[in-house]
């Protein structure tokens, strides 16, 4: 089992830039699939961006693509999700989640660890 805790999140004016991480503890991160999702109030949660075990595969949600770049250090067991070019809706808590299939997805049935989130607040 993998603990997640995510941090990083804040307030941001329209167009600035956060970098949130999600550290991991109990198992090493390089076994997991991982996935950043984010949820508004309101709103269902969604996906946001996921990267493969070694790093080498990545996959963004259309609203994000090309405005956020997810990666990850294996040796740090930190995975973290730069955000450029941030919109109001933007605003969201922001989860990072561990996925034990060996292939990256969207789909957030294939997560199974949480973490408790971080929440990003983009002023316009």
């Known amino acids: 089992q993998v603990q997640l805790v995510e941090s990083g999140g804040g307030l941001v004016q329209a167009g600035g830039s956060l970098r949130l991480s999600c550290a991991a503890s109990?198992?090493?991160?390089?076994?997991?699939?991982m996935g950043w999702f984010r949820q508004a109030p309101g709103k269902e949660r969604e996906f946001v961006a996921a990267?493969?075990?070694?790093?080498?595969?990545?996959y963004y949600a259309d609203s994000v693509k090309g405005r956020f770049t997810i990666s990850r250090d294996n040796a740090k067991n930190t995975v973290y999700l730069q955000m450029n070019s941030l919109k109001p809706e933007d605003t969201a808590v922001y989860y990072c989640?561990?996925?034990?299939?060996?292939?990256?997805?969207?789909?957030?049935?294939?997560?199974?660890?949480w973490g408790q989130g971080t929440q990003v607040t983009v002023s316009s």
């Open positions: 109990g198992r090493t991160l390089s076994d997991y699939v």
């Open positions: 990267i493969s075990r070694g790093g080498g595969s990545t």
């Open positions: 989640a561990a996925s034990l299939w060996a292939s990256i997805a969207s789909a957030q049935s294939r997560y199974d660890y």
